[in-house]
Each structure stands twice: as structure tokens, then as C-alpha cells.
């Protein structure tokens, strides 16, 4: 064959591009179940962070943690997904399953959500509610998780990241000087339940307020219209707990009439095992 001729040049070309098209394949379909891995690993680290797990005593990350034995001993089959009445959806893979950018666009939408709760118990045996949250920053998208304590109402830990946002100014939403402002912040205003805010000038010790980044009004604003947005789609699902612990009270519906209106909320129903006479 001519090597100068047109015909040569198509040849060669296609049979060139057939080969390097398939090594590419080939090296995608390799390299999957290893990218998976990281972005669960990834996903895992940031869930385990807002439980301040996985930190030294400053809320910086602490780099020998294992973040996966943290995440199967603390949390492990302890998850799951409920919707915005607060119930728990059956077959749903709160790990796997629920994709936040989805969710945020549904909620946006008014949509039916799907959310994710990762219960994890801590070293001294309390237990926290982990939720997620997802928005728009001021260059691309935010998103963390806040761990929530038994009382329902009592923040434990935050943690928060970004796609894009402006390294030094906005990009701090993701330094422990910001996010460790969460812990012990209230979910409530003038006894109303109520998300976090960050409040531009400063939260003068308001116990649902924390200080916005100064120089980065639009980020720290993004955090806190997601935060209102998530929070409160979580509601139903943080006051009904809450209600039913009032209610019922703490540990006391084992073998217990529940009191007045409120009996059959406990999760554990009583059992009468006492015999007619």
C-alpha cells in the first residue's frame, strides 16, 4: 500500500484511534471500583468529622485516623433514609442510594425528598444523629453534615466543603475556625424550633447563631439558607423524636403504659404480660 496515499492516512488514523480508544476503556473499567472506593472513603471521613471524630483537639483533621473502622464501628448498618414527614423509607441505602444534589434540587422544587440519618454512638455511649446538607455557594456547590445530640435539639458537630469557592475568603467554611463555631448551638429560637443561622457582624452569643466569615457574606449566607433549607426538611423528623421522648420519656416505654394521648409513640411499644385472673 502507498504509504503517501489519502487512503493510507484514513487507515492508519482509524486503526490508531480503535487502539487508543480501547485502552482508555480498558483503564475507566479498571480504575472504577478503586474511584468508588476513594468516594466512599471521602464520603465516610466528612460523616465521621461532624460527629468530631476523626480530630485533634483543635477540629483540625487528624491525618492517622482510620476514617472507615471509624465509620463501620461507630455508625456501620446505623443508617438510614426518611422522608420529609419523618419516616423511614424501606429499601433505601442511605449511603449508597441518596444523591444530595438530587435531593437539593427536589427540595428546591417542592418534591418528595429522601434523607439521609447515619445514627452514630459515641465513645462514651450517647448516641447522635448525623444529617446531611447540600447547596449553591457563591462559585459552586457546598455541601456537610451536622450531627445532631440525643436531646434533638443540642448540636454536636458540623463539618463543612465546597467545590469552588474563593480560597482564602469562602473556602474557610471548611477550617475548624468556622465549623467548630457549631457545637453546642441550638436548634431553637424563643423555644420554636429553629436552624442554625450565620449571622453577618457576628452572633454575640446567640445560642443559635454562629459568626459569618468575614469578607465572605455570600458563602457564609449560602451556608445558611442550606443549612434553614436541610434543617428544616429534617424537622418533622428531629421535633417527632423530640415529642416522643417528652412524652413517653427517656428510656421508659419498656414495659410501660406510655401517658395519656401519647401512648403507642414510644418506639417500643409495652407489653402486658400479666395474665387475666
Not at 429560637?189 to 459569618?212: C, L, P, R, T, Y
Request: glycine share 10%.
Amino acid at each position: 500500500m502507498n504509504t503517501n496515499s489519502n487512503l493510507y492516512t484514513v487507515i492508519y488514523t482509524t486503526v490508531l484511534v480503535v487502539i487508543v480508544a480501547a485502552i482508555l476503556a480498558f483503564a475507566a473499567s479498571a480504575l472504577k471500583q478503586r474511584q468508588q472506593d476513594n468516594m466512599d472513603l471521602a464520603k465516610m471521613k466528612t460523616i465521621m468529622l461532624a460527629a468530631n471524630m476523626g480530630q485533634n483537639p483543635d477540629g483540625s483533621v487528624d491525618k492517622n485516623a482510620d476514617f472507615m473502622k471509624l465509620y463501620n464501628d461507630h455508625i456501620g448498618a446505623n443508617a438510614f433514609a426518611i422522608d420529609a414527614e419523618g419516616n423511614v423509607l424501606e429499601g433505601v441505602d442511605a449511603f449508597k442510594d441518596i444523591d444530595l444534589k438530587t435531593q437539593y434540587s427536589n427540595l428546591k422544587k417542592g418534591l418528595d425528598v429522601k434523607l439521609p440519618v447515619y445514627e452514630c454512638t459515641m465513645d462514651d455511649g450517647r448516641k447522635v444523629n448525623i444529617l446531611a446538607m447540600y447547596g449553591a455557594g457563591l462559585w459552586g456547590a457546598i455541601w456537610g453534615y451536622v450531627a445532631v445530640e440525643d436531646d434533638n435539639e443540642t448540636v454536636a458537630g458540623a463539618i463543612f466543603d465546597h467545590a469552588s469557592e474563593t480560597p482564602g475568603l469562602g473556602a474557610k467554611i471548611a477550617e475548624p475556625a468556622f465549623y467548630t463555631q457549631f457545637r453546642g448551638k441550638k436548634l431553637s429560637d424563643a423555644g420554636q424550633f429553629s436552624s442554625v443561622k450565620v449571622i453577618k457582624g457576628g452572633a454575640n452569643g446567640s445560642a443559635n447563631g454562629v459568626d459569618a466569615i468575614s469578607g465572605a457574606t455570600m458563602t457564609s449566607k449560602a451556608v445558611s439558607v442550606s443549612l434553614e433549607q436541610w434543617l428544616g426538611a429534617y424537622k418533622a423528623f428531629l421535633t417527632g423524636k423530640a415529642a416522643k421522648k417528652e412524652c413517653c420519656g427517656e428510656g421508659q416505654c419498656d414495659g410501660q403504659q406510655c401517658c395519656g394521648e401519647c401512648e403507642g409513640q414510644c418506639e417500643n411499644e409495652p407489653v402486658n404480660t400479666e395474665k387475666d385472673e
